[in-house]
């Protein structure tokens, strides 16, 4: 069973070399058997790999391509109706995505039509199942939180999100985040490792306060100036949105439950029947 675990670390969530578990994955495995939490380490390389390709506009992803799916499933293409079950606390978002039929086939063409062709409405800022909480939105004297993975560290700044837990989105305050940035090479990497270490011992938190979907009128301005600095390269890609199917009512999602238990019973009683007569 730990070799299986390894296996998932090594090959789907820290794919640096395809079909190689790397040595930092082994250490990184030792650790999560003493307890540590492994959510910042996937997101610092995820943030890492998204931009190293942002920066070369092509490259690899090196990270948990599966959880990066699910994470735009949740967020892209809102639909009107949202099943209560998501509101539950023993609802698990990964497990109902597991259970679902992904798409095979999708190009690169598609995603990049998907992606120019987004629309704000059609945006779910507020995955269903995140309720209102405390925000730890920066440590020591940075105004973001480092976080350090695998093979580097990198800056995240929660404040640029805070629509994403239910709160109303300012300018955020992201003094030095662009230059957060760096890999464990070279000369000087280890002394910003113990700074980053250093500053974790003074986590800063905020509480959050429930609002609509709303921005602050300076916010809007200010994005849309960010949004027009970024370079993009037009496309002549014809837009298909690929995931445009709706989330399943109770009722379908019973049915089909139903059908996979039918299907199962029918299995075991056939094979009942050969072994018997």
């Excluded at 990270?63 to 698990?92: D, Y």
């Excluded at 973001?144 to 640029?160: D, E």
């Excluded at 955020?172 to 090479?185: C, D, N, R, V, Y």
Aim: glycine share 6%; charged share 25%.
């Amino acid at each position: 069973m730990d070799l299986f675990a390894l296996a998932i670390y090594g090959l789907i969530a820290f794919p640096k070399v395809l079909r190689y578990v790397k040595v930092a994955v082994v250490d990184f495995f030792e650790k999560l058997r003493q307890g540590i939490n492994p959510v910042p380490t996937i997101l610092a390389e995820t943030f890492r790999s998204i931009s190293s390709c942002r920066r070369k506009g092509e490259g690899r992803f090196i990270g948990c391509a599966q959880l990066l799916n699910v994470w735009i499933l949740s967020h892209f293409w809102k639909v009107e109706r949202t099943p209560f079950h998501m509101f539950s606390k023993t609802f698990a978002p990964l497990k109902v995505y597991l259970e679902k039929d992904w798409l095979e086939d999708v190009i690169e063409q598609h995603w990049v039509s998907v992606f120019h062709n987004l629309r704000t409405e059609e945006i779910t800022w507020r995955a269903p199942w995140i309720r209102p909480s405390i925000l730890l939105y920066k440590c020591g004297s940075k105004d973001w939180v480092p976080l350090l993975g695998l093979w580097g560290g990198v800056g995240y700044a929660p404040l640029m999100v805070q629509r994403q837990f239910a709160s109303r989105q300012f300018i955020p305050a992201t003094g030095g985040l662009a230059q957060s940035e760096f890999a464990f090479t070279g000369e000087g990497y280890k002394k910003r490792v113990r700074d980053i270490a250093k500053s974790w011992k003074e986590i800063h938190l905020m509480e959050l306060a429930l609002y609509a979907d709303t921005n602050t009128q300076d916010y809007d301005i200010w994005r849309q100036r960010r949004v027009n600095s970024q370079q993009i390269s037009p496309t002549d890609y014809t837009f298909w949105n690929p995931f445009s199917k709706e989330i399943s009512s109770e009722l379908e999602i019973a049915r089909h439950e139903f059908e996979r238990e039918k299907a199962k019973l029918l299995r075991d009683i056939n094979s009942f029947q050969e072994e018997n007569y």
